[in-house]
């Protein structure tokens, strides 16, 4: 139920749903986690849930992340209202996580 709670999906979200959002976020971080920047396009493209969740997925990384001392980082591209996403180290972390691409 905090899953649920803490993606605002009370009275939305089952129990059902839980093991696909958090396969979701897992895809999401597989896809950032080599903390360069992708598009939102190329997110979109790669996530297995569809185009409409993949950004939703990325979202939902940040507050998972924060207390590992990173965070989501997002800019706008030239053309548009684009953007592009990384995963980066907050200045103020003081280790770094280890990504594979396993």
Not at 37 to 48: A, D, T, V
Not at 60 to 82: I, Q
Request: hydrophobic share 35%; no cysteine; glycine share 10%.
């Amino acid at each position: 139920m905090s899953f649920i709670r803490e993606h605002g999906g009370v009275g939305i979200l089952t129990a059902e749903d839980v093991p696909d959002l958090q396969k979701g976020i897992h895809e999401a971080f597989l896809i950032l986690q080599d903390g360069e920047w992708h598009s939102g396009k190329e997110i979109k493209e790669r996530h297995s849930q569809g185009q409409g969740e993949a950004l939703r997925r990325v979202r939902d990384l940040r507050p998972k992340l924060r207390p590992l001392g990173y965070t989501v980082e997002k800019r706008r591209r030239e053309e548009g209202r684009m953007f592009d996403y990384r995963i980066a180290k907050m200045p103020t972390a003081p280790f770094a996580l280890e990504f594979t691409n396993e």
